[in-house]
Structures are given as C-alpha cells and as structure tokens.
C-alpha cells in the first residue's frame, strides 16, 4: 500500500507540474519516472483514486507530518524533496538570531538540505524551505524563526 500512496503523492506532483506549464518529458524527469508512467498519470489510469485521495489527505497534514510520511512512503530523500517541494506553495522566511553558534544541529535536521554554516551562524536558504520546522525545534539557542511570508498570488 505504501508504494500506491507514493504513487498517488507522484501523481499529485505531475498534475501540478503540468498545470505550471511542464511537458511530459520534464515531469519525467524531475520525479524521476519514464514519460509513459507520466502520460499514463495525466490520463487517469495505472492508478487507483483511493491512492489518490490518501495522498491528498496526507498533503494536507501539517509541513513536517507531510514530509515525513513523503520520506517513509518513498524512501527516497531527494524525492521527497522534489515531491514536497512541488506540492507545499507555501513560502516561508527564517530568522537567524546573533545567539546562533554555529552548532549544525539545524543543517542536520533539515530534510531538505536547506542549512549550511557560515561564518559560525547557520545561514538557511528558504527558496526551497518546506516549513516543517525542524531547524526551529532542534535549535539549542533557540536562534530560528521560521515564519510563513503572505503569498498574495494563490
């Protein structure tokens, strides 16, 4: 069952994709599947609408829930990051406070590979920030601020 889950997460993520524009052969690609899988998708079929709506129920949980059920549905880190970072419109910001030490603990926690350390202060990248928060919690200073930006385009 996992895998139809997935599978419909994939689909959700190709309907998407087309709707911004993208040509089979691009969705393909970016979620790392062969066209016919792609077209068989954008044509309903090859795939049940009960794994569909599973996969809509868990986009709609919270940032890290849908993240975290996206890494153990797929097993597959940078898949995770290519399908989440697709589905959540989402746009978010961070804070870095002067009390950060530059401890790393927040470059390890971020799924997306989103934080690196730089000049011993953490320096997060938010173009592809999922909003999970884990960076945030994980902190030891308590020196991040996540915040969601008004996206007045949706």
């Not at 599978?7 to 994709?17: N, P, Q, R, W």
């Amino acid at each position: 069952m996992p895998k139809h889950i997935a599978s419909g997460l994939k689909y959700l993520a190709a309907v998407k994709l087309r709707e911004q524009g993208y040509f089979q052969k691009d969705i393909a690609e970016k979620l790392g599947m062969d066209r016919s899988t792609v077209s068989h998708y954008l044509n309903g079929r090859n795939l049940s609408w009960s794994s569909i709506e599973v996969a809509e129920a868990v986009t709609g949980c919270c940032n890290r829930d849908f993240l975290y059920m996206t890494y153990s549905l797929t097993g597959n880190i940078d898949n995770t990051r290519t399908i989440v970072g697709i589905l959540i419109e989402d746009e978010f910001q961070a804070k870095v406070k002067d009390s950060c030490i530059g401890c790393g603990v927040c470059v390890d926690a971020c799924l997306m590979n989103n934080i690196a350390i730089k000049d011993l202060k953490c320096n997060i990248d938010t173009a592809d920030c999922c909003g999970c928060l884990e960076c945030q919690l994980n902190c030891p200073t308590n020196s991040i601020q996540v915040l969601e930006v008004e996206n007045f385009n949706k």
